[in-house]
T-cell receptor
């Protein structure tokens, strides 16, 4: 079975540009979450989407936005890129947020470098 | 105070030894708990969920103490392939409408030495 897929795998952008990252969850999973991981740190929560609605948002500026499509895939958009946005962006999917424990499965990530 | 705290290590342990990781969390309303493993430049992979009664999966044992807000992971008979960063993860359910937030510790780096 296919796991969580993300595209692209690597991306290089310059300051001020915009970027769109994509994620497809595990088949049957309806919830997608996005995380940012900078070197030496654990992943930081950015957004959670469930049934195409935003259910949670972390402490990230409004330059970060996301959406979920009817097929449960998702996009993360970042505007006006800053050097500090350079990180590994991880997408995670889960079957049902109401289930316990709430297990999430991660994709391979998109490594974004801002120059 | 950080929401989830771990000793960042690194831990350098000889093959075959037992190694223990500890983690504390600050929000007593946290509902579920996990250990993830992350290899260098790879995504985190779920190692095991942690239950109040404690649980074991082969060489791995996880414990949860809700009163002390403390989570642990024990690896017995360590193998070279256990070398990785181990992330302590706590889930806080914000609402009953699918609003979940995973909070990760910074991770503990483990190297198993031949």
């Amino acid at each position: 079975d296919a796991g969580v897929t993300q595209s692209p795998t690597h991306l290089i952008k310059t300051r001020g540009q915009h970027v769109t990252l994509r994620c497809s969850p595990i088949s049957g999973h309806k919830s997608v979450s996005w995380y940012q991981q900078v070197l030496g740190q654990g992943p930081q929560f950015i957004f959670q989407y469930y049934e195409k609605e935003e259910r949670g948002r972390g402490n990230f500026p409004d330059r970060f936005s996301a959406r979920q499509f009817p097929n449960y895939s998702s996009e993360l958009n970042v505007n006006a890129l800053l050097l500090g946005d350079s990180a590994l962006y991880l997408c995670a999917s889960s079957l049902d947020p109401g289930g316990q424990p709430y297990e999430q499965y991660f994709g391979p990530g998109t490594r974004l470098t801002v120059t | 105070r950080k929401e989830v705290e771990q000793d960042p290590g690194p831990f350098n342990v000889p093959e075959g030894a037992t190694v223990a990781f500890n983690c504390t969390y600050s929000n007593s309303a946290s509902q579920s708990f996990f250990w993830y493993r992350q290899d260098c430049r790879k995504e985190p992979k779920l190692l095991m969920s942690v239950y109040s009664s404690g649980n074991e999966d082969g060489r791995f044992t996880a414990q949860l103490n809700r009163a002390s807000q403390y989570i642990s992971l024990l690896i017995r008979d360590s193998k070279l392939s256990d070398s990785a960063t181990y992330l302590c993860v706590v889930n806080l359910r914000i609402s009953n409408f699918g609003n979940e937030k995973l909070t990760f510790g910074t991770g503990t780096r483990l190297t198993i030495i031949p």
